[in-house]
């Protein structure tokens, strides 16, 4: 790889060599399936296809509150796609998200599939579907929103901007770790201020954007992602740290934090789900991501 100081952009960029990092491997600049592969398809309504990164455990907290508030309609099979494999390029995979990326849900209650991609549409389609976790007043909903699509719009800041030059980068780059390190303490401080005047984001009352916050930012504060947690200094973020214990003593959060989860401690690992039963063989107390 050539000198970051040095490197001049050609006048056409070809892909003629690998990216370099983690995902090296799995980093192309076309779209579209690698190989024929069919999608596993369960008893349940909802198939979740997804891998327990923080995108995919949104779905998988969001589900397991569902079902904690008693829509039994949302019980669901969780299948798992394993990224570093590829296997996300697979053509079933790519039928329900054309664009590669975990979490993918296929909604088969109806007539007809409904696929749903990118997890903070999952997020809001099921909110919708089972009207719970959103507020119904414009207001609230509103507010609610804000805050779910700041999250979208925020976190690749954190994962493939902070994450991958902090983390995963085959050399360290000093420009590209301080910018955006810069980006994600101005985060985590847009956090810290808000959750001084509220109890959950989006006001008083846990909503999906607590769960769609929560795997990237509770994480992060709490040190499980990319080991940053000292170069962070996330302990001076105290109203997120009260956040992020509170929503580690959710139930429906110690369930879906282990859902198609494949590193830590085998206990807290539930590589598929297919019952509500399959968590009773785990020890629910071993779920920090880092551990």
Known sequence: MADSSTYVPPKVWTWNQASGGRFANINRP????????????????LQLYSLGT????????????????????????????????????GSGFVSVNPNSKIPALLDRSGPAPIRIFESGAILLYLAEKFGALLPKESGARAECLSWLFWQVGSAPYLGGGFGHFYAYAPEKIEYAIDRYAMEVKRQLDVLDRRLAVTEYIAGSTYT???????????????????????FLSVGDYKNVQRWTDVLLLRPAVKRGTMVNRTYGDRSSQLHERHA???FESKTQDKLAPGS
């Open 30 to 45: 076309i779209a579209g399936p690698t190989h024929e592969k069919d999608l596993p398809v369960g008893r349940h309504p």
């Open 54 to 89: 923080p995108n995919g455990v949104k779905v998988t907290i969001m589900l397991e509150e569902l079902l904690a508030l008693g829509h039994t309609a949302a019980e669901y099979d969780a299948w798992l796609i394993n990224i570093g494999n590829g296997e996300q390029f």
């Open 208 to 230: 999906i954007a607590d769960v769609a916050i929560f795997p990237w930012y509770g994480w992060l504060a709490k040190g499980w992602l990319y080991a940053a947690g000292e």
């Open 276 to 278: 509500a039963s399959d």
